[in-house]
């Protein structure tokens, strides 16, 4: 597996009245590309989160923005596994329109116990899909050198 892509259309409800994307709104996107991405792994949240009680929320989240995105314009997500840690997952994200990037994030999520909110370490399997995708892409990389 590679860099997980996601296309995504901008609604009416995603933008200002003017037809900009509302940026708000782009983190709401990015938080549905990210549920996408866990159930591409073989992890999907609903699993995670009610029956594992594990929560993967996101602790830091840095974003820079490059040009406006317009209602009705198709965007391309793309997400990379940076690094695996403990406990933590850190991804970059790249959104692209036809005309080139629009935006980029760099996002860490923390593994934590739903039961006591506090940090834990990844469990063995789902550490082992995770390092699996980022695996995926360093050998992709390194082809493309």
């Not at 590679?2 to 409800?13: H, I, V």
């Not at 997952?89 to 036809?98: F, Q």
């Not at 039961?115 to 699996?132: E, F, Q, S």
Request: overall charge neutral; hydrophobic content about 45%; charged content about 20%.
């Amino acid at each position: 597996m590679t860099t997980f892509s996601f296309d995504r259309e901008l609604r009416f409800g995603d933008c200002y009245p003017s037809g900009i994307a509302y940026f708000p709104s782009y983190l709401n996107i990015l938080n549905g590309v990210v549920e996408e991405f866990w159930a591409t792994i073989g992890m999907p949240w609903p699993g995670l989160i009610k029956i594992r009680k594990i929560g993967t929320p996101t602790v830091h989240l840095t974003c820079d923005f490059a040009r406006p995105s317009m209602f009705g314009d198709v965007l391309t997500f793309q997400l990379r596994i940076a690094r695996v840690g403990g406990s933590s997952l850190h991804l970059a994200h790249v959104v692209s329109g036809a005309d080139g990037m629009r935006w980029r994030a760099r996002q860490v999520l923390a593994a934590t116990s739903l039961v006591d909110h506090r940090a834990i370490p990844w469990p063995d399997d789902v550490r082992a899909a995770l390092v699996a995708h980022l695996n995926a892409d360093e050998k992709t990389e390194a082809a493309l050198s």
